[in-house]
């Protein structure tokens, strides 16, 4: 039989993921999302040549340091609950790049990502010649989502800034709602050495006339926040203030939380399926986004459809953020990349899981605060295993193993350069406490980390 005539029903499937991987080659070659040359004028001239298609929808945009891929899946799942079509757009991805672009709730579909790429090649090249330096894959991934969305078309589009906010690709939007969660320090290389500084850059997205919904800040954060607001006569909500958590409680799969909108009004027995009090206050923050959106709040007194509202919330998922992928032992993926961010995700399992016995799986990026990342774990891990990812930026496993052995002692760290390995050592430990029940496993440390382990463990 010639190879031609072995055609199955799988063949264009195939074919598109052919595609995709194309596509994925061509984006790869260009600059790395962790290279950054802080400009909008590429983008923006690129959004020139394709008739400012971010124009065609109004946005809601989010900044901050952890929490914003959370609050813009609670945002989308607050529209589509009102029937509005979506776009969303966040990042980095979990496993498939075609997650950081989603319609109506769900990933652009394979043909739509290479197609919307394809679309807009010619003119990507155009910028690139025209530009002292090239456009980056982030920058070419951000032009994708923005033309898709006018392309769908959608009615709102709920996106996450890459990095910073000034200069971050997605800055070329005229969001009329800002959302800043919590900031706190990452990237301190690139936006600054203090949470003062680097609300100067994320602080950046408050556009003239609009309404920003901020999260709780350190002092120096939010005075930096409402500097901006005073300059470009921007209306503040802040969390604690104009709305906020009033109550949460435990519940078998997540939590019971009652919330405060900007209206003034209280929305009760809202069951939210994720883990810890920083998810509490991520759909806190979510929800006066979405009602400073509709015009709830100031002059319009009010609230939303309570029951739109539960159902909205009720059907939240934020893959790799604490999510449980097996039992006996149960194994946890939790993206949590920076001090701020472990110190949220440990709180979490002490207040939401009974674990006699926790082991941590750790693969981290190089350019992050490793050792303040570990220092919020080392409570509650009885032992650590630490690993790598496959990507370029992976801190090597002996390299964490040095820095791990100093915040654990050597008799608590065990070195598996293999993720699959690590994962599986960790169960061993976790099961040598014999009570099952109680035992489990964390793999943590970085988003790449937790997409590498959730495919390795069949989650998709």
């Excluded at 590429?42 to 891929?69: E, F, V």
């Excluded at 539960?310 to 032992?329: I, K, N, W």
């Amino acid at each position: 039989m010639s190879d031609k005539s072995r055609k199955t029903p799988d063949h264009p499937a195939e074919e598109l993921q052919a595609g995709l991987r194309e596509v994925e080659a061509e984006l790869a070659r260009r600059w790395p999302e962790s290279r950054i040359e802080p400009s909008l004028d590429r983008i923006a001239a690129l959004m020139d040549i394709l008739g400012q298609p971010q124009r065609s929808y109004p946005a809601i945009h989010i900044t901050g340091t952890n929490g914003k891929t959370s609050t813009a899946r609670m945002i989308e799942q607050l529209l589509l609950a009102f029937e509005l079509r979506t776009g969303r757009y966040t990042s980095p991805h979990v496993e498939s790049v075609t997650e950081r672009i989603s319609l109506d709730g769900l990933p652009i579909t394979v043909e739509g990502f290479v197609e919307t790429y394809r679309d807009i090649a010619p003119y990507i090249g155009m910028v690139d010649q025209s530009q002292p330096v090239p456009m980056s894959f982030f920058e070419v991934l951000t032009a994708m989502a923005y033309a898709a969305f006018a392309d769908a078309p959608v009615d709102v589009a709920v996106v996450e800034v890459g990095m910073g906010g000034s200069w971050d690709a997605t800055n070329v939007i005229d969001a009329a709602v800002s959302v800043i969660t919590p900031i706190a320090l990452d990237h301190t290389d690139k936006l600054g050495r203090t949470p003062g500084a680097i609300a100067v850059e994320k602080s950046g997205i408050v556009k003239k006339g609009a309404l920003a919904v901020v999260a709780q800040q350190p002092l120096d954060a939010a005075e930096t926040i409402l500097r901006r607001a005073v300059e470009v006569d921007a209306t503040v909500a802040r969390e604690g203030m104009e709305f906020g958590l009033l109550h949460r409680s435990l519940a078998v799969g997540g939590q019971l939380i009652t919330l405060r909108g900007i209206g003034g009004e209280s929305y009760e027995d809202i069951f939210l399926p994720l883990h810890g009090a920083h998810q509490a206050h991520n759909a806190a923050l979510a929800l006066a986004a979405v009602e400073a959106f509709f015009g709830v709040g100031g002059a319009h007194n009010g609230q939303l459809d309570a029951d739109k509202v539960r159902q909205a919330f009720a059907a939240v998922t934020s893959p790799g953020r604490l999510e449980v992928v097996r039992r006996s032992p149960t194994v946890l993926l939790d993206a949590a990349h920076n001090p701020a961010g472990a110190q949220a995700t440990a709180e979490a399992i002490s207040d939401s899981f009974g674990f006699t016995r926790l082991v941590g799986v750790v693969a981290t990026s190089s350019d992050k605060d490793i050792r303040g990342l570990l220092e919020q774990f080392e409570p509650i891990f009885a032992e650590i295993v630490v690993t790598q990812n496959s990507t370029h930026r992976a801190t090597p496993a002996d390299q964490l193993a040095e820095l791990a052995v100093e915040v654990f002692g050597s008799d608590r760290v065990q070195v598996e350069p293999r993720l699959d390995d690590a994962i599986d050592a960790a169960v061993a430990l976790a099961e040598e406490g014999g009570d099952l029940g109680g035992a489990g496993v964390l793999v943590t440390g970085s988003v790449y980390t937790v997409g590498e382990a959730r495919i390795l463990l069949g989650r998709n």
